[in-house]
């Protein structure tokens, strides 16, 4: 079975950091572009950030460039997001999701397969 | 900055009707558009991608259309479990961005 498994999230104070985690099972994860996808309460969801099957090119929604940082370990089947400099705006589900494509840069934007999301908390 | 538009944000029908669900973008984004289903406590399910091809195991009474900047979601005969917010999703050319449009509400008439 395909799965992708967060964890990480947490309540946290705004200024510091966080990093969530995602253990993927049940497909060649390094066959496939990965991304990170939040979803903020009673909102739409919003892509955050997306990373190469091997991290060659990597792209961040401007809300979160400069703070966040997206990467993969392929031996481990991981993917994880360090989020610095937290504001109470990244107050949010955070999915991790599976790409039909290898490559973020060419994605056409299909996010076939989606965790079950952790829920981050920034307030003071 | 490309923004989508979706239309209407609540389309009102009973099972078995057609479901006509729009989403326009500021500026043409060739067929790069995606749509989602999300239900309530559940993460966002892929639907379509580019444009008009359907995910794996998504039923034949789902179909996408358009290009440039108007795009269609149909749902041909509405079953109960297709109530739902439905979601487009656009990827800008370079660099790569992923936008998502605010949703239209299917519910139940």
């Known amino acids: 079975e395909l799965q992708l498994v967060e964890s990480g999230g947490g309540f946290v104070q705004p200024g510091r950091s966080l990093r969530l985690s995602c253990a993927a099972s049940?497909?060649?994860?390094?066959?496939?572009?990965m991304h990170w996808v939040r979803q903020g309460p009673g909102k739409g969801p919003e892509w955050v950030s997306g990373?190469?099957?091997?991290?060659?090119?990597?792209g961040y929604a401007d809300s979160v460039k400069g703070r966040f940082t997206i990467f993969r370990d392929n031996a481990k089947n991981s993917l994880h997001l360090q989020m610095n400099s937290l504001r109470t705006e990244d107050t949010a589900f955070y999915y991790c999701?599976?790409?039909?494509?290898?490559?973020?840069?060419?994605?056409?934007?299909?996010?076939?397969?989606w965790g079950q999301g952790t829920m981050v908390t920034v307030s003071s | 900055e490309i923004v989508l538009t979706q239309s209407p944000a609540t389309l009102s029908l009973s099972p078995g009707e057609r479901a006509t669900l729009s989403c326009r973008a500021s500026?043409?984004?060739?067929?790069?558009v995606a749509w989602y289903q999300q239900k309530p406590g559940q993460a966002p399910r892929l639907l379509i991608f580019?444009?008009?091809s359907r995910a794996t195991g998504i039923p034949a009474r789902f179909s996408g259309s358009g290009s440039g900047t108007d795009f269609t979601l149909t749902i041909s005969t509405l079953e109960p479990e297709d109530f739902a917010v439905y979601y487009c999703?656009?990827?800008?050319?370079?660099?790569?961005?992923?936008?998502f449009g605010p949703g239209t509400k299917v519910d139940i008439k």
């Open positions: 999701v599976k790409d039909i494509s290898p490559e973020y840069s060419t994605s056409l934007g299909a996010f076939d397969i």
């Open positions: 049940g497909f060649i994860f390094d066959d496939f572009a």
């Open positions: 990373i190469d099957w091997d991290s060659k090119n990597i």
């Open positions: 500026q043409s984004v060739s067929t790069s």
């Open positions: 580019d444009a008009s």
């Open positions: 999703q656009q990827r800008s050319n370079w660099p790569p961005l992923f936008t």
